[in-house]
């Protein structure tokens, strides 16, 4: 069974980098033909999608976080990092590391095989 957990710093100051970790185990990220992916949820709102990096190595984001978002991997810890850019407080949330067959699916509940249990992000100076 695939299992998924965040870690990262609970706080972050405005205008400063947001970087998170999503340790994988009982599979290999570059195995499986899977979306390896960043969601996050507000206070009061819905989930988001962010981004994503495939098995194969190629990633995807969503346009309206693009210019502020990094997604890269190290498969010899079997890892993917989140970095999010510019932090303000709009950005506070809960983080989530998932895994998905398809790309950007909005199917929250069937289209995510794994979930991580989430950190919690806040910003403030």
């Known amino acids: 069974q695939v299992q998924l957990q965040e870690s990262g710093p609970g706080l972050v100051r405005p205008s400063q980098t947001l970087s998170l970790t999503c340790t994988v185990s009982g599979g290999s990220i570059t195995t499986y033909a899977s979306y390896w992916n960043w969601i996050r949820q507000s206070p009061g709102e819905g989930l988001e999608w962010m981004g994503a990096?495939?098995?194969?190595?190629?990633?995807y984001y969503n346009p309206s976080l693009k210019s502020r978002t990094s997604i890269s991997r190290d498969t010899s810890k079997n890892q993917f990092t989140l970095q999010l850019s510019s932090v303000t407080p709009e950005d506070a949330a809960m983080y989530y590391c998932?895994?998905?067959?398809?790309?950007?699916?909005?199917?929250?509940?069937?289209?995510?095989?794994?979930w991580g249990q989430g950190t919690q992000v806040t910003v403030s100076s």
């Open positions: 990096v495939h098995s194969a190595g190629s990633t």
């Open positions: 998932a895994r998905s067959i398809g790309l950007k699916t909005t199917d929250w509940v069937r289209g995510y095989g794994n």
